[in-house]
């Protein structure tokens, strides 16, 4: 298996929704599935507000899995890995999850000078169009 698009390192708020979106192609096709360091089993395990979604395509050979986090919580920091493999091989990709409590969202425009997650318009479009990393 071969990476195209790998999950990106999110910021949220606490509440929010977060979709984070991995793709990849490999012949015969691969498996996917989500994992988050630390915990044991592949997502969404026992969590109720954790989705994990995966389809084929746009080509033949091709996975696009979506792990999303409905009113994501502080306990949901962490690394996330999205693991594809076949007979041949497997691939891992990594994605950091940070979350912003309420108290210091006033904050949250410098956290690492890497995302102002009071403006998402932007990340939640390019979801839309593919995997990626968002939150709404």
């Known amino acids: 298996p071969a990476l195209l698009t790998a999950p990106q390192e999110t910021v949220a708020l606490v509440g929010q929704r977060v979709i984070l979106g991995c793709e990849v192609t490999a012949q015969p096709l691969a498996e996917l599935e989500w994992r988050k360091e630390g915990t044991e089993g592949a997502l969404p395990g026992?969590?109720?507000?954790?989705?994990?979604?995966?389809?084929?395509?746009?080509?033949?050979?091709?996975?696009?899995?979506?792990?999303?986090?409905?009113?994501?919580?502080e306990e949901d920091v962490g690394l996330y890995m999205c693991h594809a493999w076949n007979?041949?091989?497997?691939?891992?990709?990594?994605?950091?999850l940070k979350v912003i409590s309420p108290a210091d969202s006033a904050q949250a425009p410098e956290v690492n000078g890497e995302l102002d997650v009071t403006d998402d318009e932007d990340a939640y479009e390019q979801s839309r169009e593919g995997p990626s990393g968002s939150h709404e």
Do not use: C, Y
């Not at 026992?46 to 919580?73: A, D």
């Not at 007979?87 to 950091?96: D, H, K, Q």
């Open 46 to 73: 026992k969590s109720s507000h954790i989705i994990v979604q995966t389809r084929g395509g746009p080509h033949r050979t091709q996975v696009t899995g979506w792990l999303q986090i409905h009113q994501v919580r």
């Open 87 to 96: 007979a041949f091989g497997e691939v891992t990709a990594l994605a950091r």
